[in-house]
């Protein structure tokens, strides 16, 4: 059985860092790239960063590009994401997601998801 399990969201204070992991399971972590996604409420689920297991290229959001780093434990099946220089604009509930082959920052393309974490950063 596939799993993605997020943890590490909460509450920062504006300027502030939290890391979030996605444990993945059930499947060869190697041949899949991982996505991070995020869902403000009313607004569209939208891509934050990926990575390839197999190479780690890492795509970026303009967002978050210098403030987010994505990085990928492969002998943990873990991925992680480091949020630094936290925004009230970053409050969403952040999930991770795998699929097949070279990783895109469109959640459409993603086949397996997890449960999301929230992330909520005060002003």
């Known amino acids: 059985e596939v799993q993605l399990v997020e943890s590490g969201g909460g509450l920062v204070q504006a300027g502030g860092s939290l890391r979030l992991s996605c444990a993945a399971s059930?499947?060869?972590?190697?041949?899949?790239?991982i996505g991070w996604f995020r869902q403000a409420p009313g607004k569209e689920r939208e891509g934050v960063s990926c990575?390839?297991?197999?190479?780690?290229?890492?795509y970026y959001a303009d967002s978050v590009k210098g403030r987010f780093t994505i990085s990928s434990d492969n002998a943990k099946n873990t991925v992680y994401l480091q949020m630094n220089s936290l925004k009230p604009e970053d409050t969403a509930v952040y999930y991770c997601?795998?699929?097949?082959?070279?990783?895109?920052?469109?959640?459409?393309?993603?086949?397996?998801w997890g449960q999301g974490t929230q992330v909520t950063v005060s002003s």
């Open positions: 990575i390839s297991s197999s190479d780690g290229s890492t």
């Open positions: 059930g499947f060869t972590f190697d041949d899949y790239a």
């Open positions: 997601a795998a699929k097949l082959g070279p990783p895109k920052l469109l959640p459409d393309q993603y086949d397996y």
